[in-house]
């Protein structure tokens, strides 16, 4: 089972850009890299997923290299209401069993 | 959008007494989840249900169970409440790798 590891926590600006990394150092060649954003008392929004390269939504974007060891979730121009706890998820499309959660970075957006 | 419904947000029980959680999904989903999230620890996940009356443990199940009578509802069942399950608790539906989470139920078992 790949085993996710993330920052506990991360401070920025308004306005800044923030890439938050996961690693994945075992992760299986099945499986996929999603990233979702939770805000107090809510449950997890996904935010984006990629398996290789890089992805790009109206949100964020994931840069995930060759070997597929890590992967970087990249806000562009943050504000207040980003922050947030961000996890990365590795799991298997078609396998219920092998969703393995990171245990989130708290990211804090500073005026 | 895919609607996740839990129904209470916030719960208060008793050591001992037995406590249902319901969840609806209004997607059609199959595969339907329930985990519990505590500071630090991230999301654990207790059951997951891929049909109706199918379901799977998950990595902790101890203490709990659940039912899945329509392809709709998942319900998490504590059998005999214990102050260690004070937790958050999480239900989410699956669409490929995309889960759809509710809000989520607090539970305070005193």
């Known amino acids: 089972l790949a085993k996710t590891t993330q920052p506990i926590s991360m401070d920025s600006y308004e306005g800044q850009e923030v890439n938050i990394t996961c690693s994945h150092n075992?992760?299986?060649?099945?499986?996929?890299i999603t990233w979702y954003q939770q805000f107090p008392s809510q449950g997890p929004r996904f935010i984006i997923q990629g398996y290789k390269t890089k992805v790009t939504n109206e949100v964020a974007s994931l840069f995930i290299p060759a070997d597929r060891k890590s992967s970087t979730l990249s806000l562009p121009r943050v504000s207040l209401s980003d922050t947030a706890v961000y996890y990365c998820?590795?799991?298997?499309?078609?396998?219920?069993?092998?969703?393995?959660w990171g245990a989130g970075t708290k990211l804090i957006i500073k005026p | 959008d895919v609607k996740v419904t839990q129904s209470s947000r916030y719960l208060v029980k008793r050591t001992g007494e037995k406590v249902f959680l319901e969840c609806v999904q209004d997607m059609d989903h199959e595969n339907m989840f329930w985990y519990r999230q505590d500071p630090g620890l991230g999301l654990r996940l207790i059951y997951f249900s891929y049909d109706v009356k199918m379901k799977e443990k998950g990595d902790i199940p101890e203490g709990y169970s659940v039912s899945r009578e329509k392809k709709e509802r998942f319900s998490l069942i504590l059998e005999s409440a214990s102050t260690n399950q004070t937790s958050m608790y999480l239900c989410a539906s699956r669409q490929t790798l995309k889960l759809f989470f509710g809000s989520g139920t607090q539970l305070s078992v005193l």
């Open positions: 075992n992760i299986a060649t099945n499986d996929y």
């Open positions: 998820l590795v799991g298997d499309m078609d396998s219920n069993y092998q969703l393995i």
